[in-house]
Structures are given as C-alpha cells and as structure tokens.
C-alpha cells in the first residue's frame, strides 16, 4: 500500500524558493505527473520523495509510514534518472542487479530477480551485453529494469525519456504506462513535455515556480485549464483579452464579438479567454454553423501544412492573431489576405475570472 503524502513541503537555495509549500495526496497505483517549465522544481521535489535532498519543512508519508527522515535506501523507492546513469564498466545484467548486490541478497534470488526484470523490459537476450552496445531507448529500459528489480513501492522517473528520438520517446512512453499499470505501481514521473504528461497520466499537476498552479486529469487540465499559464502551457491556444458585451455573454475584442458562456462580470468589465485552435472549425463557402455555436471571421495571414493536420494564423479585425487548427485540408487555394469563418461552441471557451 503506497499512497503518498506531503504535507507542507518546502526547499530553498538561497533566495530561489525552488519547492513552495507543496501538499498533495497521491493515490496508490495513481500515475502522476509533475509538468512544468524548466526551473519550476520538478527535480526538487522528486529528489525529496527519492530521499536524494532535504526538506525544509514538512513531512512526506507513504501509506501511514513517514519516510522523509529515513535515508534514500530504506525508502523503497526506485528511480530512474533523465541520463540512465547506467554504469558503462558493468554489463546489462550486473546494471541491474547492483541495488540488490547492495542490499546483500543471495547469488540465486538475484540471477531470479535479474532475470525477471529484464523480461518485463523485453530485453532478455540482451543480459550480457555492455552499455555500449545498445541503443537509447534499450539503455532507458536497462535503467528502468534497474529500478524495478529491487521491487519499489514507488516508481520515481525524472525526464527519463529526453534523450531520445521522437518516434521511440512515444513508443517508450506507451510501454512506462503499461508495465506501472500492470505493476500496479505508484508512480510520479517528470517531464516539460505537455503531450507526454496528457497521454500517460492519471493525474497532472502543472507546476510554476515552486508551487502547483493546477491538479487534474489529462483532459480537465486540457479543457479547463483555470489560469492563463496553465491554458497556454498545455499546448497552443488563443489566450485573448477583451470587454465584457452587453448581454452578458460575449466578450468584445477589438471589433470582434466572441459568444461565451454566461458571465457574472458587468458590462465593460476587462476579461480574459482561451479559445484552443481546434475548436474552431472552417465553413467552407457558405456552410452554416452548428446549431447553437457562433462565428467569427478573419483574413487568412500564414498557413503551415503539417500532413494531417494545417495550422492557420488569420488575422480579427483589428490585427489580432487567430490561430486555427484545421484538420484534413480539402485541397483549396487559399492565399493571404482571403476572409474565412471559423464556428465554434461557445462552451468551449474558458473564461478567466
Ligand atoms: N543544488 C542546487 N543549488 C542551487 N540551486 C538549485 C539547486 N538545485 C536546484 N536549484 C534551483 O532550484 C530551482 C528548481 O530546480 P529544479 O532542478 O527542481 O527544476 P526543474 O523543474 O527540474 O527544471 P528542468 O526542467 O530544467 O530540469 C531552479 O531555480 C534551480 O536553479
Ligand atoms: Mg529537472
């Protein structure tokens, strides 16, 4: 049984306050993600959790047991690191089992246990390889394979994917998730990277300088982000600022009116959103909107073709940039300065108090 609680948690290094006054409850086998820009104190806090660097104050617990003034050792914890720190002088085998070695566990159980975690990584045949004999994304699993052999309670995985291509950082990704779900460990995993954090995480909180500005699964952070920073962090969005109409659904920005859900704020009052690319949809020609969305309109600045999708910028009347992610462009001839209609629902704009 290991959920996790800190109650409290504050680090600093001479003025920076690197963790802030963090308290939090993670659930056993939850999935949680600490996501924020670099500098925010992802690694402060992981490393507190590790037992790798000190509170200041407050109190982490896994279960009822605390284990903040135990040493990183008998904290059962396994963690692995952004660059693997796999020992280039040890073959793939002897890398795995050097936590156990440590904890002076006979030959046999190790052969066992050694054996078993590399099956799990899918890199059996591999056991008596050297490091550098292999490629990034086989290193990252002798890395991992190592911090599950010596059966953690908690997994602790910081950026563990960042030195790898594209391609196989979402294949590895695919496969953290399935083993910590089979596992049915807990586990809280680092990255700067949005998408990662959305496709793997029970839960995301998205850290800003020492404090969590937002906690919440994938999609609520995504759709419902409840501040500017935590709206444009996750992902592209049109964070715009306006006037609150006279019907006290709309928000006026320049000369364009822009339908929301209902407001509390009076007329005029100065107001901001965030209207995410893709919920704006095309109409082509003279398409209607969807019953009950609205319309705005825009001249076409710069198109960008990426295959599936085309990313748009056009332009509000009054200069404003609107960006527009078009799924599937029907071959068409647009070119700069061409008006477009963009539909949306009006539920799908957040409105920041
Ligand atoms: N040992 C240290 N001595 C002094 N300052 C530190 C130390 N470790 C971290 N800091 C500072 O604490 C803050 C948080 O650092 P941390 O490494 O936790 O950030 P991070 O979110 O992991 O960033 P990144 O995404 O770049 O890895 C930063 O301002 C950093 O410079
Ligand atoms: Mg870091």
Redesign the pocket.
């Known amino acids: 049984m290991a959920n996790i609680t800190l109650d409290g948690v504050n680090r600093s290094f001479g003025s920076v306050r690197a963790v802030h006054d963090i308290s939090l409850t993670i659930a056993d086998g939850e999935f949680f993600t600490l996501l924020g820009p670099s500098g925010c104190g992802?690694?402060t806090l992981l490393r507190m959790v590790a037992g790798f660097a000190e509170l200041e104050t407050g109190e982490i617990r896994f279960g009822e047991r605390r284990i903040d003034t135990l040493p990183a050792h008998r904290r059962n914890t396994g963690m692995v690191f952004?660059n693997y720190a796999i020992f280039p002088n040890l073959k793939v085998s002897d890398n795995v089992a050097y936590g156990l070695r440590a904890r002076k566990i006979g030959a046999p159980e190790i052969a066992e246990r050694v054996a078993r975690a590399l099956r799990l990584v899918k890199l059996a045949e591999h056991n008596d390889r050297w490091p550098h004999q292999l490629s990034g994304g086989q290193l990252q699993r002798v890395a991992i394979a190592r911090a599950l052999v010596i059966e953690p309670e908690v997994l602790l995985l910081?950026?563990p994917l960042s030195n790898l291509d594209a391609k196989l950082r979402v294949e590895m990704r695919g496969e953290i998730r399935q083993l910590q779900q089979t596992l049915g460990i807990t586990a809280i995993y680092?990255t700067h990277d949005q998408e990662e954090a959305l496709a793997i995480s029970d839960r995301i909180a998205v850290m800003r300088a020492g404090r969590f500005e937002q906690i919440g699964a994938p999609e609520e952070i995504y759709r419902r982000p409840s501040t500017p920073f935590v709206a444009e962090f996750m992902g592209t969005t049109n964070l715009l600022q306006g006037n609150v109409g006279s019907n006290g659904a709309s928000i006026k920005v320049g000369g364009t009116e822009f339908a929301v859900p209902r407001l509390e704020a009076p007329e005029g009052t100065a107001i901001s959103f965030s209207l995410r690319p893709e919920a704006l949809r095309p109409l082509i020609d003279n398409e209607a909107a969807p019953d009950g969305w609205a319309v705005v309109s825009a001249k076409l600045a710069r198109l960008e073709f990426l295959g599936a999708l085309t990313r748009i910028e056009a332009n509000l009347s009054h200069g404003a940039p609107l960006r527009v992610a078009w799924l599937d462009l029907p071959l068409h001839r647009l070119k700069a300065g061409d008006p477009l209609r963009f539909a949306y629902d009006p539920a799908r704009v957040t409105v920041f108090a």
Do not use: A, G
Request: net charge negative; charged share 50%; proline share 0%.
């Open positions: 992802k690694t952004q910081d950026e680092v």
